[in-house]
T-cell receptor, first 117, second 113 residues
Framework: DVKVTQSSRYLVKRTGEKVFLECVQD?????MFWYRQDPGLGLRLIYF???????EKGDIPEGYSVSREKKERFSLILESASTNQTSMYLC????????????????FGSGTRLTVV | GENVEQHPSTLSVQEGDSAVIKCTYS??????FPWYKQELGKRPQLIID?????GEKKDQRIAVTLNKTAKHFSLHITETQPEDSAVYFC????????????FGSGTQLTVLP
């Protein structure tokens, strides 16, 4: 019944490595999001995408990039991992907003806990 | 951009008592306000939501109220049970291109048996 799948549950990477976090959804959702979750800070939006090849910066995009080549897949890339990027990363998706009755609720993945050493 | 503040950060209640979590938002254009529950080690799950044309919504023991004028909304849980123990997040969504959500910082609710 899993609808949003994140490729790794736990990752340990070294400082300076290039890191790829993958997210796949099977609900044909247009919108996909990457958040990071840190204690006391809630969920903060890194990047989002509302269509294939479209991407927009969220609140904390520095040090990250994204790729959306197919509708079902949204990748988060850490170009050069740093220790301050140690965090829980959550992917989410939702259908395109529209008129009344549209379901805007997010479906989250299980998260990837990334540790950068 | 939108800013959502959530209080309290921790809340302990006796089983059977009520719990209230409050959030304020800054962007008057925000029009959708969901609440998510995250149990330990699990993904956040939507538990209830409200749109800006509604003042209150109820689903069994859970209710959400919205005051657009004051730009605040609240989650009310009645007759709390130990399984209500979790972190609760409020969020607000504007009419942006992807209706992206801005989340509050979370409330750790503990229901004491």
């Amino acid at each position: 019944d899993v609808k949003v799948t994140q490729s790794s549950r736990y990752l340990v990477k070294r400082t300076g490595e290039k890191v790829f976090l993958e997210c796949v959804q099977d609900m044909d959702h247009e919108n996909m999001f990457w958040y990071r979750q840190d204690p006391g800070l809630g969920l903060r939006l890194i990047y989002f995408s509302y269509d294939v090849k479209m991407k927009e910066k969220g609140d904390i995009p520095e040090g990250y990039s994204v790729s959306r080549e197919k509708k079902e897949r949204f990748s988060l890339i850490l170009e050069s991992a740093s220790t301050n990027q140690t965090s829980m990363y959550l992917c989410a998706s939702t259908q395109k907003g529209g008129g009344g009755g549209a379901n805007y609720g997010y479906t989250f993945g299980s998260g990837t806990r990334l540790t950068v050493v | 951009g939108e800013n959502v503040e959530q209080h309290p950060s921790t809340l302990s209640v006796q089983e059977g008592d009520s719990a209230v979590i409050k959030c304020t938002y800054s962007d008057s254009a925000s029009n959708y306000f969901p609440w998510y529950k995250q149990e330990l080690g699990k993904r956040p799950q939507l538990i209830i939501d409200i749109r800006s044309n509604v003042g209150e919504k109820k689903d069994q023991r859970i209710a959400v109220t919205l005051n657009k004028t004051a730009k605040h909304f609240s989650l009310h849980i009645t007759e709390t049970q130990p399984e209500d123990s979790a972190v609760y997040f409020c969020a607000a969504s504007s009419s942006g291109s992807a209706r992206q959500l801005t989340f509050g910082s979370g409330t750790q609710l503990t229901v004491l048996p």
